[in-house]
């Protein structure tokens, strides 16, 4: 059957693991949310800098939520299911048991996350190497990519973990080897993080001259030698265990996976017609997806290469079949506005008041906000108080993990207003971010128009307006707020044979929901503001430069 005819009763299952949660959801033919479930999930920081996650735990939580969300309903209906995931690296022995990626030989945390630092040394030595394959993610490979973490294990954990591997999997790539048995990786991940092409396969080479020739001993079988383009159907589908883990029957459909940006980058394939946007009348390159969680990634896709400096890519039939796709990214975001709020000394006071009106932080601070801009547009509170967001390092374009947080304008006042501002020129910076990936992409080659966000900040109203007020574009959100997880079941839906294409199943399922349109008429504020965003950057360099010298 082709997706065009709508059948009733044809569900998917989309399984979505972020940093902090695991979320699933039934989704039906028309790319409607029938039901909802999420699940925290553990984290552990040993030390500053290495971020551990634990890959039972996570299947764990993934079978909780689709049991929650098929519960009532006729399981035979299922057609397919679907996975995403953060790009963590998972360790697992030759019996596909966990092994420990910590010196504590924790074998329970056996997941090296995606936004763990631990490699930078081995990252260094790598981007010295200019090998070619360099060139496919921005010029300079990241801490966050998987070569540095395995160079990091084989020099750390020799005994304990590198020689006793079996296989190292991306998470996306873990959870469907779990729900099939089948190995077969991602060309998403490995493209993405791995260095894979999708026109040359793996390069003996890089791995040869960056000390990992292990691999290719081996013709790459702990890596992956085996690749299927996302949305591939994986074996026989769900084995007779994981069915009963899942509470699905066995034998549904199982899609090859996608990184969670890359998953929620499918919203861009939605049908924008009868809406006044510009982006109508224009090809979908013109489209950026922004996934905004803990970290921010800026999907651009192109019809040709686009080498961009510092922003990940080109990574060909990585997202949309057939397309190049380019990765911009801030690696925290959401982390960091958490960050921001929960440390200010006026939080127990904003969580008090918050509680009392049933209300999240968030929408409390984005009210008071309202309360105490007087006659000025919100975003003015800020002419004095800026913000450089990089705590975490810079992903993108400047691709310099060795960048830090700024903030100039501070006074003594720590009362509720004060962190109500703090807050909003902490999402101010963001958005700032996001517009110098823009203008990167732009100058090599791109073309924007229009924003797609979607992930838990696009939630957030006022994060959503200052996308679009700072980029000064229309801002496009799902009629799904979950819409990561619509894209997480369109994989379910083209494995499932339902759709002959991600294009066909992206267009079908991913649906234009609210359009916020930038406040044109703030823009010369805007500019100004980003003239010292930009100040603030430049300085910073400066006085590293000054600390080196006699
Ligand atoms: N309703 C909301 N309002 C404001 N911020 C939100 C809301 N929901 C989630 N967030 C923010 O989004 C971030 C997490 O997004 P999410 O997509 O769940 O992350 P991840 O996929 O990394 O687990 C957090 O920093 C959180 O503060
Ligand atoms: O590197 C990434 C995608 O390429 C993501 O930042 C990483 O997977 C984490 O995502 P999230 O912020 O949704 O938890």
């Known amino acids: 059957m082709s997706g065009g005819d709508q059948e009733p009763g044809r569900y998917y299952v989309g399984v979505d693991v972020g940093t902090g949660s695991v979320r699933a959801a039934l989704v039906d033919q028309r790319g409607v949310l029938l039901a909802f479930a999420d699940q925290p999930i553990n984290k552990w920081e040993p030390q500053f800098s290495h971020h551990e996650q634990s890959s039972e ?67 260094h030595r790598i981007n010295e190497t200019q090998h070619s394959v360099l060139q496919y993610v921005g010029g300079v490979m990241s801490v966050e990519m998987q070569a540095p973490k395995l160079l990091w294990l084989k020099e750390n954990l020799r005994e304990t973990c590198w020689d006793k591997a079996g296989h190292f999997f991306d998470l996306p790539d873990f959870l469907s080897w779990k729900a099939t048995g089948v190995t077969a990786r991602s060309l998403c991940s490995l493209v993405c993080k791995w260095t894979y092409s999708a026109e040359k396969g793996w390069d003996d080479s890089f791995w040869k001259t960056i000390g990992l020739e292990d691999f290719v001993a081996d013709n790459y079988s702990k890596i ?222 791109h073309s924007v128009s229009t924003l797609f966000l979607c992930g838990g900040l696009s939630k957030n109203p006022l994060f959503v307006q200052m996308h679009a007020d700072i980029t000064g574009m229309p801002v496009i959100l799902s009629q799904e707020v979950e819409s990561v997880l619509v894209g997480a079941a369109i994989l379910g839906a083209c494995a499932s044979g339902d759709f002959a294409s991600v294009q066909e199943a992206m267009a079908k399922m991913s649906k234009v929901g609210k359009v916020v349109f930038p406040r044109l008429e703030d823009k010369r504020y805007y500019d100004k503001k980003y003239k010292v965003f930009l100040k603030l950057v430049e300085h910073q360099k400066e006085y590293a430069a000054i600390m080196k010298g006699d």
Not at 90 to 98: A, E, I, R
């Open 224 to 445: 992956g030698n085996q690749v299927l383009p996302p949305g591939a159907s994986l074996g026989n589908g769900l084995t007779p265990e994981a069915a009963k883990d899942l509470g699905l029957p066995a034998g549904v459909a199982v899609a090859a996976s996608l990184i969670d940006a890359h998953a929620g980058g499918l919203v861009i394939g939605a049908d924008v017609r009868g809406h006044g946007l510009s982006c109508e009348g224009q090809p979908v390159t013109s489209r950026l997806a922004v996934i905004c969680g803990t970290s921010s990634c800026h999907m651009g896709i192109s019809r040709d290469p686009i080498f961009v400096p510092g922003v990940w890519g080109p990574y060909f039939s990585a997202m949309v079949p057939g397309f190049w796709l380019n990765e911009g990214g801030q690696s925290v975001t959401g982390k960091l506005i958490d960050h921001m709020v929960q440390g200010h000394a006026a939080f127990p006071e904003l969580q008090a008041k918050a509680a009392a009106r049933c209300q999240s932080v968030y929408a409390y601070l984005n009210s008071h906000l309202d309360l105490i801009k007087k006659a000025q547009p919100v975003g003015f509170l800020t002419v004095d108080l800026h913000v450089w967001p990089d705590f975490h390092g810079n992903r993108s374009p400047l691709a310099d993990l060795t960048l830090k947080g700024m903030v100039t304008g501070l006074k003594l006042s720590q009362d509720l207003d004060d962190l109500a501002i703090l807050y909003l020129a902490t999402v101010q910076a963001i958005a700032f971010g996001t517009r110098l990936i823009i203008e990167a992409m732009e100058a090599a080659g």
């Open 57 to 123: 735990d996570i299947w764990a939580a993934c079978c909780v939520v689709t049991k929650k969300v098929v519960q009532g309903i006729d399981v035979n209906q299922v057609r397919g299911l679907g996975f995403d995931a953060t790009c963590s690296l998972v360790v697992l022995d030759k019996q596909f048991h966990p092994l420990p990626v910590n010196l504590e030989g924790d074998s329970r945390r056996n997941i090296i996350m995606w936004l763990d630092h631990r490699a930078v040394s081995q990252v």
